[in-house]
């Protein structure tokens, strides 16, 4: 998911409607948007469908005013697919000081457990969402303000969280201890803004001011901005997969810019797994970056030989299997008269099931390619991801019951190769690779090492 928020602008709602727009690689499914004024309170509007066909009207955006405001894009992660009105974010609730909406991008690993307790105890849920946790553990804190009762409330929460939240007067930013997912602030006036990405800054023009950093909690409001460091200090394990593919390109993640850290995966790809062709060829447009550092590294030509259609969205981003599988071919068409004959080094980010590979393989030999190579941009994907990117369950993941081997026998290609974890780790800027006592980031999805115990999944069955 995607969160973006600004205070202290003219109409903020304008703004959130165009950082959402700029974060929409996010979330596709909804998005929404709750703004403050002081004369007409709280605002809220929640769509489904993508932000430019809904936050673009001005008789809906007229609906929003005031200096302060928050939204979401949404791809569901936990709770229910094919989702409900109700589970779009921000969530509101009503406190005895006054309202707060928050917009979560993360999941929630504990999130059964507290609605069960919660429910228990007498909160009346209206959503399927992990999220809704937060606003009924608020609702029974003790604390006498609205930022110290999201301390309390998230001091009980386990998982992933980069939420920006707001009150009358206040936009709030916190990250989990772990900072698995990014969160930046930026500067606009005399206004700050909150954003997933800096990507979202861009479009607003703002300048880029820092990370929120792991663990930490910002309220911003007209006296300025208070930072504090609620939860128990761990050393940061931010989510690798937002190097490799979740994060746009153009964002800057610590210091380093993503396209060139994917660039540099495929300088590393081609170090690890060199082979003999004709033609370097992304997979767009994940695929892209990488492939133009492989074919750099290998002096093997750069070519597009498959095209996108950019009028489709992400592939995974739509939840049923039924429309992904259909989706390969809506998205993506082979460049016949480049790939004829061709020795092809197809480039992509990442294989999860495997569909959109065979599907491009087919697609890539019916075209009269001679030979086909598939080189991954990240290592196999063996385990799912319980922080908020949707991965499907453990059995559906080629990685977590083929080989290496038996993957390329399945996809029947001519040799399939990932990228080390060693390799991805110096792409992201660590020299030395991964530090195995203590790993610099989450990568739980290709070592299965969780940096946060999956409580409500093991309590379901799901074995470490
Ligand atoms: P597959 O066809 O193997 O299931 O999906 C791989 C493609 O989906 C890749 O081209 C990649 O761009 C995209 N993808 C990237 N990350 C994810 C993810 O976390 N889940 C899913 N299902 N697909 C992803
Ligand atoms: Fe990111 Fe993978 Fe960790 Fe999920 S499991 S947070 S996708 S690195
Ligand atoms: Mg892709």
């Known amino acids: 998911c995607g969160v973006f928020g600004v205070i202290g602008v003219t109409d903020a709602a304008n703004f959130v409607a165009l950082g959402l727009h700029a974060l929409q690689h996010r979330g596709q499914e909804a998005g929404g948007i709750v703004s403050h004024h002081p004369?007409?309170?709280?605002?809220?509007?929640?769509?489904?469908?993508?932000?430019?066909?809904?936050?673009?009207?001005?008789?809906?955006?007229e609906t929003l005013p005031g200096p302060l405001a928050i939204g979401h894009v949404r791809y569901s992660t936990a709770g229910s697919k094919g989702a409900a009105i109700r589970d779009v974010q921000p969530f509101f609730g009503e406190f005895s000081m006054g309202g707060a909406a928050i917009a979560h991008n993360g999941n929630i690993t504990n999130a059964d457990a507290l609605r069960r307790e919660l429910i228990e105890r007498g909160s009346i849920f209206q959503s399927s969402s992990d999220s809704e946790c937060i606003i009924h553990l608020m609702a029974r804190s003790l604390q006498r303000n609205i930022p110290e009762r999201m301390e309390d409330a998230l001091r009980r929460v386990e998982g992933a969280f980069s939420i920006v939240a707001m009150t009358r007067s206040e936009l709030i930013g916190v990250r989990d201890a772990l900072g698995v997912r990014p969160l930046v602030m930026g500067k606009i006036g005399d206004g700050y803004v909150l954003s997933s990405e800096t990507c979202a800054l861009d479009i607003i023009g703002a300048d880029f001011v820092r990370e929120i950093e792991p663990g930490e909690m910002v309220v911003i409001s007209d006296e300025?901005?208070?930072?504090?460091?609620?939860?128990?200090?761990?050393?940061?394990?931010?989510?690798?997969f937002e190097h490799v593919y979740f994060s746009r390109p153009d964002s800057i993640i610590g210091g380093r810019s993503v396209y060139e850290t994917r660039r540099q995966i495929g300088v590393e790809l081609a170090r690890e797994a060199p082979v003999d062709a004709d033609l370097v060829c992304p997979v767009p447009d994940s695929g892209t970056p990488a492939a133009i550092g492989f074919a750099h590294e290998s002096g093997i030509p750069f070519g597009m030989g498959i095209i996108r259609n950019q009028y489709m969205g992400r592939t995974f981003i739509e939840p049923t299997e039924q429309i992904r599988n259909m989706g390969v071919r809506l998205k993506l068409n082979v460049n016949r008269a480049l790939i004829r004959g061709k020795r092809v080094i197809l480039v992509d980010d990442s294989v999860v099931r495997g569909t959109t590979s065979?599907?491009?393989?087919?697609?890539?030999?019916?075209a009269g390619a001679a030979e086909v190579h598939f080189r991954i941009a990240s290592p196999p994907t063996a385990w799912p991801c319980f922080y908020g990117v949707d991965t499907p369950q453990r059995e559906k993941l080629l990685a977590a019951t083929m080989s290496e081997d038996e993957m390329r026998e399945h996809l029947n290609v001519d040799s399939l190769k990932f990228i080390s974890l060693d390799g991805l780790y110096r792409a992201v800027g660590e020299a030395e690779g991964r530090s195995n006592s203590c790993p610099q980031y989450c990568d739980a999805c290709?070592?299965?090492?969780?940096?946060?115990?999956?409580?409500?999944?093991?309590?379901?069955?799901?074995?470490?």
Do not use: A, W
């Open 358 to 366: 065979r599907k491009i393989k087919e697609m890539i030999l019916d």
């Open 446 to 464: 290709f070592s299965g090492e969780y940096p946060v115990e999956p409580s409500d999944m093991i309590k379901k069955g799901f074995e470490l």
């Open 224 to 240: 300025g901005v208070e930072s504090s460091f609620p939860f128990r200090r761990k050393s940061s394990r931010f989510c690798i």
């Open 39 to 61: 004369d007409e309170g709280f605002n809220s509007v929640r769509r489904f469908g993508y932000v430019r066909d809904n936050f673009t009207k001005q008789s809906l955006m």
